[in-house]
């Protein structure tokens, strides 16, 4: 199982699956973080996801195996060009800053 094709991480996850010498063998693509859960859950299959998904999954007693490579994520925060920022907006660009430790 993953995530469906439109999503960045499926071919992230898919690259490194072949990059392991693995080709993957896809019977389910859901399209949101949940789904893939229950499948799991029910013993249909296996599903590739992040460590934080795995994080809120915990609760479920599934068992975990982190792989590498792992795929990396860039985040990134944006706004519209020229504009103003508020306080608020300002505050929580700041936030995101100090937290994640990247300069736009």
Known sequence: MDIEPQFA???????ALRYSGVEPDLA?????NGHDVGFVVAGIGVSII???IAREYKQFE????????????????FWQKGRQLTGGM????DELLSVFGAPI
């Open 90 to 93: 300002q505050q929580t660009i």
């Open 62 to 77: 599934l068992e975990f195996r982190p792989f590498e490579p792992g795929a990396v994520y860039h985040y990134v925060v």
């Open 50 to 52: 992040n460590s934080l």
């Open 28 to 32: 389910v693509e859901y399209d949101a």
């Open 9 to 15: 991480a499926h071919q992230m996850n898919i690259n």
